[in-house]
């Protein structure tokens, strides 16, 4: 990874992802971030359970922690479910993604419209990012996830390294 390009403006890690080109995203550890959750979480909006089994296949076709994959649905699902009340929303469930975005990937509103694709590529993404960090960790991998600018971990990916350990979606029939 030495002499890989190092990217932190948020569009050329775009453009690393999109055209799978190597490269390296720098992100640090911050012990300021906050792991707590806000209260605006809600633990019934969970979907973990009812996609568990189309994660845990995904994650293994694509090398990535379904744990992981597991925390960001939690995440989103727990914190975006706001967004049924936005009718002219761009980023769609369970795993939150904006269409607009990332259509030079072949991202449509329609193909996101069905989980399996959804979360597909909710872990391709996750994937890549993991594959650009010289040390990833859940925090690392998360916050760049959720803005592909940071350059040290957010509250974002504190909150998912938490959700990790914790797994509050256990009692949803998700448990391995």
């Not at 390009?5 to 490269?23: E, V």
């Not at 992981?68 to 049924?84: K, N, Q, R, S």
């Not at 939150?96 to 329609?110: A, D, I, M, P, Q």
């Amino acid at each position: 990874m030495a002499n890989l390009p190092r990217l932190r403006m948020a569009s050329d890690r775009k453009k690393s992802i999109i055209d799978d080109s190597p490269a390296i995203f720098e992100i640090v550890d911050n012990p300021n971030a906050v792991s707590a959750a806000p209260f605006y979480e809600i633990e019934g909006a969970s979907e973990v359970g009812k996609w568990c089994g189309i994660i845990i296949h995904l994650s293994q076709k694509h090398g990535v922690d379904s744990r992981l994959v597991e925390a960001i649905m939690y995440m989103e699902t727990t914190h975006g479910w706001y967004d049924m009340f936005y009718p002219m929303r761009k980023t769609i469930l369970p795993m939150n993604l904006h269409y607009k975005y990332w259509r030079e990937l072949g991202v449509t509103k329609e193909n996101l419209g069905c989980p399996f694709y959804n979360i597909e590529f909710g872990v391709i993404l996750l994937a890549r990012i993991q594959a650009r960090i010289e040390q990833p960790t859940i925090a690392k991998i998360a916050t760049i996830y959720n803005f592909l600018g940071a350059e040290r971990v957010n509250d974002y990916g504190a909150r998912v390294a938490k959700l990790y350990i914790t797994r509050p979606w256990t009692t949803e029939g998700c448990a391995r």
